[in-house]
């Protein structure tokens, strides 16, 4: 029937976020500018009102501060609905992430950020990260063709 299976394993580090949010579909005016977040993955992976209502401070993430961009883009003039994890899930066109965490993985620190860095490195230069990177794709993709070529662009335009 064409129907297709995604799954996801989330096997981090046993303060990750598990919550799963919805982030609606929205309007943006004409030049402006979509902030770039460190998402560390734990909980809360996110506190702001920039990714809509289920992020906003509550009393779930009190005592939390409201996270700082590390960065812009240029945002888009609409965006579309999405099931947000530690990834992008799936969105309101059907496009899904899987992905699989994987132990002898290796990364590097945030744009501005010092902590998590490689050895050698005192501050972060990259603006992307796959979480980042789903999120973009599960807001401005209607295609998953669409989406992994989205996400390589971004990725080698912004680290």
């Known amino acids: 029937d064409g129907s297709v299976l995604v799954s996801h394993s989330d096997d981090g580090n046993a303060l990750n976020d598990a ?40 009393n779930e993430t009190a005592g939390y501060p409201v996270f700082e961009p590390i960065g812009y883009i240029d945002q888009v003039s609409h965006t ?10 799936i969105n309101e066109h059907g496009v899904a992430v899987g992905e699989s965490t994987c132990g002898a993985m290796f990364g590097t620190c945030g744009a501005n950020q010092t902590v ?10 990259a603006l992307m ?29 912004h680290g």
Do not use: W
């Open 19 to 58: 919550r799963l949010i919805h982030v609606p579909a929205a309007d943006h005016p004409a030049g402006s500018k979509r902030p770039i977040f460190f998402t560390p993955e734990n909980f809360p992976r996110y506190v702001g009102s920039a990714m809509g209502p289920g992020y906003q401070p509550s």
């Open 80 to 89: 579309y609905g999405y099931q947000s994890g530690s990834y992008g899930v």
């Open 116 to 125: 998590g860095c490689e050895p050698g490195r005192k501050v972060g230069v």
């Open 129 to 157: 990260s796959i979480d980042t990177l789903s999120y973009l794709a599960m807001e401005r993709c209607t295609s998953s063709r669409q989406a992994v070529e989205m996400m390589g662009q971004l990725a080698l335009q």
